[in-house]
C-alpha cells in the first residue's frame, strides 16, 4: 500500500470545546507510544474520516504534524452512531526499527468444496491473529485460502497459514482458525440414537466481532 499521509495540527482545545471544533469540521485526535509524549492534534474531519475508513487496525500511517512526521497505527476510533461520523482518533507512534506485537484481521479467500458441495458450514474460530515484526513490514490482513476445506471435518490451523518470512505469528500453531460442520439438523439425523435418550446435536459456539465501546469526550 502506498504512504498515507494525514496532516494534522497541534490543538489546545479540550473539554466541551472539543464540540465546537467538531461544529467547525475538525476532528480531534491524539497521537501517544513509548518513545512519544502524548500530543493532542486536530484533522481535516471530512478527508481524515474517508481515509481512515480504508485503513485496518494494522494499517501503517503517517501523522504529519507542523513539519514532523509520526509513522503510527489506529489505535481506538469514537464515533458517532447516530451522524455515522468519527468523533476521535488514538493514533499510536510507533519506531519503524523497532519490532512491535498486534493483532492483524484473518480474511478469507476462495471457495469451499465443503461448503458448496456438501452444505458445510464454515465456523471461524479466530478473526485475528497476534504477529511480530517491524511496522513497515505488517501486513493489513492475513489471508486465508479456505479452497483447501474439501470434506466436512476438514480444517485449517495457525500452522498452515502463510506469511512473509518478515512476520512470526505468535498464536499456538495448533490453534483452529476455520472448520467445516454440518448444520445442527443434519448433525441430528447423524447423531447414533442412545436407547432411553433423545439424540442432540452438538452445540456451535461462535463468537464474532468485538463490542465496541464508545467513549464521549466532556
Known amino acids: 500500500m502506498d504512504k498515507v499521509v494525514l496532516k494534522a495540527t497541534r490543538r489546545s482545545?479540550?473539554?466541551?470545546?472539543?464540540?465546537?471544533?467538531?461544529?467547525?469540521?475538525?476532528?480531534?485526535?491524539?497521537?501517544?507510544?513509548?518513545?512519544?509524549?502524548?500530543?493532542?492534534?486536530?484533522?481535516?474531519?471530512?478527508?481524515?474520516?474517508?481515509?481512515?475508513?480504508?485503513?485496518?487496525?494494522?494499517?501503517?500511517?503517517?501523522?504529519?504534524?507542523?513539519?514532523?512526521?509520526?509513522p503510527a497505527l489506529v489505535r481506538e476510533r469514537q464515533r458517532d452512531f447516530i451522524k455515522g461520523v468519527l468523533t476521535h482518533v488514538d493514533f499510536l507512534a510507533v519506531d519503524l526499527n523497532e519490532k512491535i506485537r498486534t493483532n492483524v484481521r484473518v480474511a478469507f479467500v476462495g471457495v469451499s468444496p465443503a461448503v458448496k458441495d456438501f452444505n458445510g458450514v464454515l465456523v471461524q474460530n479466530l478473526e485475528r491473529l497476534e504477529v511480530e515484526?517491524?511496522?513497515?513490514?505488517?501486513?493489513?490482513?492475513?489471508?486465508?485460502?479456505?479452497?483447501?476445506?474439501?470434506?466436512?471435518?476438514?480444517?485449517?490451523?495457525?500452522?498452515?497459514?502463510?506469511?512473509?518470512?518478515?512476520?512470526?505469528?505468535?498464536?499456538?500453531?495448533?490453534?483452529?482458525?476455520?472448520?467445516?460442520?454440518?448444520?445442527?439438523?443434519?448433525?441430528?439425523?447423524?447423531?447414533?440414537?442412545?436407547?432411553?435418550?433423545?439424540?442432540a446435536a452438538p452445540e456451535l459456539s461462535v463468537e464474532r466481532g468485538k463490542k465496541e465501546e464508545e467513549v464521549e469526550e466532556k
Not at 19 to 30: F, S
Not at 49 to 57: P, R, V
Not at 176 to 193: D, F, M, N, R
Open 133 to 199: 515484526c517491524l511496522p513497515t513490514d505488517l501486513p493489513e490482513r492475513i489471508t486465508v485460502d479456505i479452497s483447501v476445506l474439501m470434506q466436512i471435518g476438514d480444517s485449517i490451523r495457525v500452522r498452515d497459514v502463510v506469511v512473509s518470512d518478515k512476520v512470526r505469528i505468535l498464536a499456538d500453531e495448533d490453534e483452529t482458525i476455520a472448520v467445516v460442520t454440518l448444520t445442527k439438523e443434519e448433525a441430528v439425523e447423524a447423531a447414533p440414537e442412545v436407547p432411553g435418550e433423545e439424540a
Open 13 to 70: 482545545v479540550t473539554g466541551k470545546q472539543v464540540k465546537a471544533m467538531r461544529r467547525e469540521g475538525k476532528l480531534p485526535a491524539v497521537i501517544y507510544g513509548r518513545h512519544v509524549e502524548p500530543i493532542a492534534i486536530a484533522l481535516e474531519a471530512h478527508s481524515a474520516g474517508l481515509m481512515l475508513s480504508k485503513l485496518t487496525s494494522s494499517s501503517l500511517v503517517t501523522i504529519e504534524v507542523d513539519g514532523t512526521e509520526y
